[in-house]
């Protein structure tokens, strides 16, 4: 599953940087373009913050906050048995580091560099945000719904988790007592 992790993650890393360099190279920073309407729009905008470009002055303590959850879900790797975190933290940790690089690497500069936002959606969200956000968002969803159902890290059906403690409950009495009273 470690490996399943690293191919989304790569994917939403790598597309979302290939796009933002387009988008750096072809469209007007500021302005609206029509991609189907109202529907969707390109709208290129530098934001120095976070969502709906809040905490602007605060870039540096998201970029040391991208860092720790690029180094909590690299270090859980090694746990994982499930595809659903799997592809979760694939898509989590795809979309921070997306967010991350452009943070190190974009003006003004490391390691308060702006996030490059595009996509436009008026009829939805009064946001822009980036191919980057969208695994962050997508992950999240995931989150929730493996929370639900209450999926595990190592990937072991529900069943056969509840089968095991009770096994192992059996497996490990609790010490009884001697007939001369001493434990």
């Known amino acids: 599953m470690p490996l ?10 790598i597309a979302d940087q290939l796009v933002k360099n387009w988008v750096v190279a072809n469209l007007p920073e500021g302005e609206t373009v029509p991609v189907l309407g109202e529907f969707l729009q390109w709208h290129f905008v530098r934001n120095p913050g976070a969502a709906f470009s809040m905490a602007s002055g605060s870039t540096w303590i998201f970029t040391i906050l991208a860092a720790v959850v690029v180094v909590v879900i690299l270090w859980q790797i090694r746990r994982l048995r499930s595809i659903s975190w799997s592809i979760f933290l694939g898509l989590l940790l795809g979309g921070v580091l997306g967010n991350l690089t452009d943070r190190l690497t974009r003006d003004p500069g490391f390691p308060v560099g702006h996030v490059i936002d595009f996509i436009s959606t008026p009829w939805m969200i009064p946001a822009i945000y980036n191919i980057a ?13 493996i929370t639900l159902f209450g999926l595990p890290l190592d990937g072991t059906p529900r069943a056969r988790r509840g089968a095991k403690v009770e096994q192992d409950r059996e497996s490990d009495p609790e010490p009884s007592e001697s007939n001369d009273g001493t434990p």
């Open 4 to 13: 399943l992790l690293l191919l989304v993650a790569a994917a939403v890393f």
């Open 133 to 145: 956000d969208m695994g962050i968002v997508v992950g999240m969803v995931l989150f929730v719904l």
